[in-house]
């Protein structure tokens, strides 16, 4: 079985760097540019494990988590935060919600 990784973030750049790695380390990857798309991604793909950055336009990865964590078809999809946001209250705020890790850039 393939895992699969879904990677929201809004910087291109970084967003293509993680994909690429998680490619070369034989996971099949996903991007999605902001939290909007991402969620819709989600929902149709359910991938094994989301990685998401917290700020974001039209949709943040906090409103992202939300909505994945309300619907059961994504409810249970691992979702780690990779953000830049690195004060204790965003990281308190993160697992409060129910993502599985924080990790900051």
Known sequence: MQYSILV???NKDLRENIAEILDLAGYHTTTAENGKRGVDL???EKPTLIVCD???PEL????VLHLLRKNPETSQIPL???TAKAERADF???MEM???D???K
Do not use: C, N, S
Not at 60 to 63: A, E, I, M, P, T
């Open 8 to 10: 929201i973030d809004d």
């Open 42 to 44: 989600a929902i149709r």
């Open 54 to 56: 917290i700020m974001m």
């Open 60 to 63: 943040d990865g906090f409103g």
């Open 80 to 82: 780690i935060f990779l």
């Open 92 to 94: 308190r705020k993160g």
């Open 98 to 100: 129910g993502a599985d």
């Open 102 to 104: 924080y990790i900051t």
